[in-house]
């Protein structure tokens, strides 16, 4: 995913040649996904309705989960072109336990959540979801965090890592919700996983003290569209 001159810039003056390039080999491509106020009858979005056919509705604890986001792989696939790793058609469907009843270790996050691929159509049930946010997907190169371990891998000082990021900030903001890329909030980071999604609480959409929600997936099952075995994790204020 390619990065705005000034980015490069930024990056090529405050770094030696050789630890430029290789902070630049770990931008990884994502989405950015934004709220607009105009409805639509396909594209992303935050809650609402399922845009699918049937399913049967995924429980934690015998209650039903809450539909948190809904994807639109047709719009999000051409964003990303070939690498994107999932179906290039259909919806992907994020699901959560909202009383939070999950054991959580903040190193792994916790199971209470569950990721579907479904074909769109119509005629599914809607049992428990939040007001529909139509969402607006544009390409987001995004940047490893202090979290990520940036310096060790890059073999340069934490504060050279920290100057370069605060600098790069105001270059590439993060977006209110993320597809794929790196975590933009102070949460677990489940070791061998990678953030799937990231949502950031909207007007009514608020989780009590929860500001945002994130789903990981194992390395290995991005490769291979594999869904089954994501984590939650979350951010508290």
Request: glycine share 8%.
């Amino acid at each position: 995913m390619d990065l705005s001159s000034d980015v490069q810039t930024v990056i090529r003056r405050r770094l030696a040649p050789k630890t430029a390039d290789n902070f630049l080999a770990l931008v990884r491509p994502s989405v950015g996904l934004t709220g607009r106020t105009e409805a639509s009858v396909s594209g992303s979005m935050v809650g609402g309705a399922p845009r699918t056919g049937p399913f049967t509705w995924p429980v934690y604890q015998g209650t039903p989960m809450l539909l948190l986001a809904q994807i639109d792989c047709a719009e999000v696939a051409p964003i990303f072109g070939a690498e994107w790793p999932l179906p290039a058609e259909g919806y992907l469907l994020f699901f959560h336990d909202d009383e939070f009843r999950a054991t959580y270790d903040f190193e792994h996050g916790d199971d209470g959540c569950r990721v579907l691929h479904l074909t769109g159509g119509a005629g599914a049930e809607t049992v428990a979801t939040i007001p529909a946010l139509t969402l607006s997907a544009t390409m987001a190169p995004s940047l490893p965090s202090l979290r990520d371990d940036a310096d060790r891998a890059l073999g340069i000082h934490i504060v050279e890592l920290i100057n370069l990021l605060e600098e790069l900030g105001s270059l590439l903001p993060a977006p209110r919700h993320r597809l794929l890329g790196y975590c933009d909030s102070d949460t677990a980071h489940p070791s061998g996983h990678r953030p799937l999604l990231q949502v950031e609480a909207e007007p009514g959409t608020a989780w009590g003290e929860v500001v945002n929600v994130s789903f990981w997936i194992p390395e290995a099952d991005l490769c291979i569209g594999r869904l089954d075995r994501v984590r939650r994790c979350y951010e508290v204020a």
